[in-house]
């Protein structure tokens, strides 16, 4: 077998989008850097592809939609990448009275949404409740957002920043369920706010833990807005422009490269080595950047990991000759797929979907949403799928942990399941609106967490490598790698990727944090 050896600045071991937002800053800063990536292709779990033989269609995957990128780092590097905004932000199915109806949220439109909570409900408390309650999450998005690509604030300073103690205590201190129990009275709408607590994390609204409170903080403070936007030509348009802007800075990416181990240097110069198609090879730098789960790096290291991170979701891709029909026949398809469309997400189907996952069993009536890329943006058709007519459609199940697919059986048992709950609010069964591949098949695929661990080498499939963190340090932090969230045991490796302090969906937040803790060690 082939050795060789090489020496840089910086070496990133991982070339999914954190790992590219890393590279890029610190090669246009001079470094020399060179990334190593098992697969054939960078873009991690942010990438676009067609998922079915004969099927003119680039779905995303695994990651979905974009609300944590800061518009900071797409301005510094000048990323050529169109985020577009969905005017209708959820819609709920529902029966009230025996009679099929549903929730929509319109985003550009509060009086239409008014009218349509009064419709359900029979009152305006759940809008104005609903008004209250984003209002305080939106000045907190606001405050914490910003945050995010700075040094690491202590909780004490970030609290005085929020400077709302009874937000502060609702979001931070006491488990969600508690806060959204006192403000919501409807069992519907209580479950869809408490669905953004739950996205890739096996909770419940009362975990003493508050690893609900972290997962909900995280996925409404999006830019300051909480917007979740959908990326124009897939999510591996996000990922090909960060590659083409860290190419063009200089830095070095080479894929095929499984790294086998780091080791550390004690402050020196570190060493990863890794196996490509001629052999092995090791690469020495000043500091090693990872952008892979901390149970992954403990691997590599040859040290402890730990207790395994564990992924609790079930993805689908599908792709459909056309939209289906609602029971709810006042609802608008086009409407309806084009934001969250929450299935089976009542607050007590949220729990009792969690009990009975917890005891060991697939949920009767899984839990999940759903959303329609290609009404917001067609282009990840191509022109024949375009001219039939044909639509994309994602399903992201919760509440199904990689422990219930031990069993080989147990994937299509969860699929059926979760398509099942989706035909209940359907007029028509979505298997009658599925296109057919090449080969005759219908277009779905499921992707469990074992399937994530095996394919992109998620740990138990965890989306966040592992549980969300508070965005803050219960003290003062000591060093660059610290201030900026990034420390690792050994000061020549820093984490780069989901598993950092401000880490989790697509944002390459933890990549920008990961260089800026270089640039200040090393100047």
């Not at 082939?2 to 070496?11: E, F, L, P, Q, Y």
């Not at 044909?390 to 979760?418: C, I, M, Y």
């Not at 610290?482 to 820093?494: E, F, N, Q, S, Y």
Request: aromatic share 6%.
């Amino acid at each position: 077998m082939a050795n060789s050896s090489s020496r840089h600045d910086v070496v990133i071991v991982g070339g999914g989008h954190n790992g590219l937002v890393a590279a890029a800053y610190l090669a246009r800063a001079g470094y020399r850097v060179l990334l190593l990536e098992r697969l054939p292709r960078v873009g991690g779990a942010a990438v676009s592809a067609p998922a079915f033989r004969g099927v003119d269609a680039r779905l995303s995957r695994y990651s979905y939609l974009v609300s944590l990128l800061p518009r900071t780092v797409v301005r510094e590097l000048g990323l050529r990448l169109e985020l577009r905004r969905r005017r209708i932000a959820s819609y709920t199915p529902a029966v009230r009275d025996g009679k099929p109806t549903g929730l929509l949220v319109d985003a550009a439109d509060a009086g239409r949404t008014r009218e349509s909570f009064r419709a359900l409900t029979g009152t305006d408390r759940e809008w104005e409740a609903w008004r209250r309650f984003y209002a305080m999450t939106g000045s907190v998005a606001g405050t914490v957002f910003p945050t995010l690509t700075r040094p690491l604030p202590t909780r004490a300073e970030l609290r005085r920043r929020v400077g709302d103690d009874a937000a502060w205590t609702a979001l931070f201190e006491r488990p969600l369920g508690e806060t959204i129990e006192e403000s919501f009275a409807d069992d519907l709408v209580r479950g869809v706010v408490l669905t953004d607590a739950l996205i890739g994390t096996f909770t419940r609204a009362h975990d003493p833990s508050l690893r609900q409170n972290r997962c909900f903080l995280y996925h409404v403070i999006g830019n300051g807005t909480g917007d979740w936007d959908v990326p124009v030509g897939g999510m591996g348009a996000v990922t090909g422009a960060l590659a083409a802007a860290a190419r063009a800075a200089g830095a070095e990416l080479r894929t095929g490269c499984e790294v086998t181990a780091v080791a550390t240097g004690g402050g020196g110069d570190a060493e990863v080595t890794y196996r490509h198609r001629d052999g092995e090879a090791t690469a020495a730098a000043r500091r090693v950047l990872v952008n892979a789960a901390p149970a992954t790096l403990a691997r590599l290291l040859g040290e402890e990991p730990g207790p395994a991170p564990e992924g609790a979701q079930l993805k689908v891709n599908m792709v459909l000759r056309r939209l289906p029909r609602l029971r709810d026949s006042a609802a608008d398809p086009r409407e309806a797929f084009a934001g969250t469309f929450h299935i089976a997400e009542g607050y007590r189907q949220l729990e009792t979907a969690y009990a009975e996952a917890a005891a060991g069993r697939i949920p009767s009536a899984p839990p999940s949403e759903i959303y329609c890329h290609s009404l917001t943006d067609p282009s990840v058709l191509g022109p024949e799928a375009v001219r039939q007519g044909l639509q994309t459609l994602t399903l992201f199940g919760l509440h199904l942990p990689a422990r219930l697919f031990a069993d080989p059986a147990a994937k299509e048992r969860a699929l059926a399941a979760s398509l099942a709950q989706l035909d209940a609010v359907l007029a028509e069964p979505i298997a009658g609106c599925l296109a057919e591949d090449a080969d005759g098949r219908p277009c779905v695929e499921a992707k469990t967490p074992l399937d994530l661990e095996r394919e992109i080498g998620l740990p138990g499939g965890h989306i966040f490598h592992r549980d969300l963190a508070f965005p803050f340090a219960a003290e003062e932090p000591e060093g660059a790698a610290a201030r900026w969230g990034v420390a690792t045991a050994h000061p020549d490796v820093l984490l780069c990727g989901a598993g950092a302090v401000r880490g989790g969906g697509v944002s390459g937040i933890p990549g920008h944090n990961a260089a800026r803790a270089v640039l200040e060690d090393l100047r």
